[in-house]
Nanobody
Framework: QVQLVESGGGLVQAGGSLRLSCAAS????????MGWFRQAPGKEREFVAA????????FYADSVKGRFTISRDNAKNTVYLQMISLKPEDTAVYYC???????????????????WGQGTQVTVSS
């Protein structure tokens, strides 16, 4: 099994920045794909970003392109989400995800990820 623990969430003003971290433990060889989803109050959970083991494949949701950057440090079994120019609509619980393979065609589907963290709250005030 894989355990994922997120950190770095908090309250920030619009236009500000935050960096989320997600540390994996356990069978980390299964974290070929890692990424982030988010769920805003009253809305469905949505894909944010995903990255392959080598960092050679990266996907972003259109809503965060140019503002969010996903990266990973395999030596630390950690994936990061650097968020800049934050907007109130970025307010959500952010979930770290992982899977033993990355799906080129379905990377934005929740069902493609076997492992999920508990989530970290990001609140952007206007």
């Amino acid at each position: 099994q894989v355990q994922l623990v997120e950190s770095g969430g908090g309250l920030v003003q619009a236009g500000g920045s935050l960096r989320l971290s997600c540390a994996a433990s356990g069978q980390t060889f299964k974290t070929v794909a890692m990424g982030w989803f988010r769920q805003a109050p009253g809305k469905e959970r949505e894909f944010v970003a995903a990255i392959s083991w080598s960092s050679g494949i990266i996907f972003y949701a259109d809503s965060v392109k140019g503002r969010f950057t996903i990266s990973r440090d395999n030596a630390k079994n950690t994936v990061y989400l650097q968020m800049i120019s934050l907007k109130p609509e970025d307010t959500a619980v952010y979930y770290c995800v992982a899977d033993s393979e990355i799906s080129i065609n379905y990377y934005d589907l929740e069902s493609e990820y076997d492992y999920w963290g508990q989530g970290t709250q990001v609140t952007v005030s206007s």
